[in-house]
């Protein structure tokens, strides 16, 4: 049963529906696939969305890969209401057997995940923003985050005596990654990286506290124990701490330039076709 549903229906989960298995004829999801990415590079009739991704035209794709070091996004449509929702997973290698007309003297694209690629640039932000408290403003990246500069919050306006009520506002911002302007973001990366080189170590955690041993490999900027400055180690409880003695300097400008193509230069394979990012910025 298994294999002739297979080959007759394409079948996916759908947004807000739980576990539910959907199926689709394998002709008619692939009309309605073409029709929405056709909408997204703002080529469908009465799109209005677009364009947030450009075909790469086979002429250019070996140009465009030569000069990218970064993997591609591959993508999934899920059902979504009466439309259909773009999802993206970057954590993904790309092995990819190239179709025509854009395997020309390439083959096969083989890259490493960009998620993976992209892991020393993330670290030494990560480290930029400890290292600066409050640079990037109310932003908050975790529950301590939020509690520790809302309670700060409450605890000044208390102080004031003030008794002007307090509201709390949850709200979802519509299309939030597809609205962010990545000249912006890119600028704010650059203002962060405050020096020309930056030390990055590697160590290991081991979980304590089950009967299994676990360990992770893990990658710090600029310290390392027994430092008192050591960021990332001393953040795991329950785990003991192995230096794995492997370093590495990386420079500003080479993190500036992966940043910059992952912003800018965001590849998106789908059905057969490359596409590239030109609205937004990259997820997943």
Not at 36 to 41: E, N, Q, R, S
Not at 46 to 65: H, N, T, W, Y
Not at 262 to 268: A, D, E, I, Q, T
């Amino acid at each position: 049963v298994a294999p002739l549903t297979h080959a007759n229906f394409y079948a996916t989960d759908a947004e807000g529906k739980g576990t539910t298995v959907y199926y689709f004829r394998h002709d008619f999801w692939r009309s309605i696939s073409k029709h929405y990415l056709a909408g997204l590079c703002g080529a469908a009739p009465g799109s209005i969305r677009g364009p947030m991704l450009e075909q790469v035209k086979a002429c250019d794709f070996a140009e465009a890969v030569k000069k990218n070091k970064l993997g591609v996004t591959h993508v999934r449509l899920l059902p979504k209401g009466k439309g259909m929702r773009l999802i993206s997973n970057q954590s993904k290698a790309t092995e990819i057997d190239l179709p025509e007309p854009y395997s020309g003297n390439i083959g096969q694209l083989v890259r490493p995940p960009i998620n993976a690629s992209l892991r020393e640039a993330f670290c030494v932000i990560q480290h930029e923003i400890r290292a600066v408290p409050g640079i990037l403003g109310a932003s908050c990246f975790s529950d301590k985050d939020i509690y520790e500069k809302l309670g700060a919050f409450l605890r000044d306006h208390k102080a004031r005596g003030s008794d002007q009520k307090l509201y709390m506002v949850s709200c979802d911002v519509q299309k939030a990654f597809d609205s962010i302007d990545a000249e912006r973001i890119l600028a704010m990366v650059g203002g962060l990286l405050r020096k020309e080189e930056y030390d990055l170590h590697k160590f290991i955690t081991a979980s304590t506290w089950t009967k299994d041993l676990y360990t992770k490999t893990r990658q710090t900027c600029e310290v390392l124990p027994p430092d008192d400055t050591f960021e990332d180690g001393f953040r795991y409880p329950h785990h003991v701490i192995l230096n794995k003695a492997s370093s590495s300097r990386v420079k500003a400008s080479a993190l500036r330039e992966i940043v910059r193509e992952h912003l800018m230069s965001n590849l998106v394979y789908a059905h057969g076709k490359f596409y590239k990012q030109v609205k937004g910025i990259p997820q997943g």
